[in-house]
Nanobody, 129 residues
Framework: QVQLIESGGGSVQFGESLTLSCVAS????????AGWFRQVPDKEKEGIAS???????SYPDSVQGRFTISRDNTANTMYLQMDNLNLEDTAMYYC???????????????????????RGQGTMVTVSL
């Protein structure tokens, strides 16, 4: 069973960039539909990026063009490059893995709609003016 550990969160200013990392152990990330979701207290979880076993990626409109998900199979690590951050991006960010078939069907929506194979502990991102 895969285990995930995120890192890279922090406090940045409006318009700046940040990269989150997610190191996997126990299994290869490329065997899963992998990605990221975020959550603000008292709000619904929001899927923000997915990468499938074939490296196909998907994003919702809220982050399309600003966020980029990638995976390094050698390092068994996934990344989320976040550019042009705005105040609405402030949230706890989680990396997640789900059964591989879901990426093709649900893409970034996978991680808030299906039982997860694994989820990291979360890393906080705070954007301020």
């Amino acid at each position: 069973q895969v285990q995930l550990i995120e890192s890279g969160g922090g406090s940045v200013q409006f318009g700046e960039s940040l990269t989150l990392s997610c190191v996997a152990s126990g299994d290869d990330l490329e065997n899963y539909c992998a990605g990221w979701f975020r959550q603000v207290p008292d709000k619904e979880k929001e899927g923000i990026a997915s990468i499938g076993p074939d490296s196909t990626t998907s994003y919702p409109d809220s982050v399309q063009g600003r966020f980029t998900i990638s995976r390094d199979n050698t390092a068994n690590t996934m990344y989320l490059q976040m550019d042009n951050l705005n105040l609405e991006d402030t949230a706890m960010y989680y990396c997640a893995a789900a059964p591989r078939e879901f990426c093709a069907v649900m893409g970034w929506g996978t991680f808030t709609n299906v039982p997860l194979s694994a989820r990291g502990q979360g890393t906080m991102v705070t954007v301020s003016l």
